[in-house]
Nanobody, 122 residues
Framework: QVQLVESGGGLVQAGGSLRLSCAASGRYAMGWFRQAPGKEREFVAAISYSGGTTYYADFVKGRFTISRDNAKNTVYLQMNSLKPEDTAVYYC???????????????????WGQGTQVTVSS
């Protein structure tokens, strides 16, 4: 059974930074999604199985960076210049799909972490 363990969420002021981590029990293409109260879960960023390709939602381009350490089966989401509208529960997810623009889609992912709260104060 695939296990995903997220860490790194918290409370930060607008303009600040946080780094989320997601440790997986194996190697997969990975994505980060977020869900704010009353809203649907939305795509944030994804990284291919090899780590050679990354994908971002338009609203995080230039502010967030996804990366991976394949030796540790861990994926990171570095979040800079945070805004109050970034407040949400952030989830990492894993898929058996290796790469491709489908990594932007929630339905592609087979395994999900428990989520970590990110709160950005104004």
């Amino acid at each position: 059974q695939v296990q995903l363990v997220e860490s790194g969420g918290g409370l930060v002021q607008a303009g600040g930074s946080l780094r989320l981590s997601c440790a997986a029990s194996g190697r997969y293409a990975m994505g980060w999604f977020r869900q704010a109260p009353g809203k649907e879960r939305e795509f944030v960023a994804a990284i291919s199985y090899s780590g050679g390709t990354t994908y971002y939602a338009d609203f995080v381009k230039g502010r967030f960076t996804i990366s991976r350490d394949n030796a540790k089966n861990t994926v990171y989401l570095q979040m800079n210049s945070l805004k109050p509208e970034d407040t949400a529960v952030y989830y990492c997810a894993a898929t058996d799909l290796k790469y491709g623009t489908s990594l932007r889609q929630v339905r592609i992912y087979d395994y999900w972490g428990q989520g970590t709260q990110v709160t950005v104060s104004s």
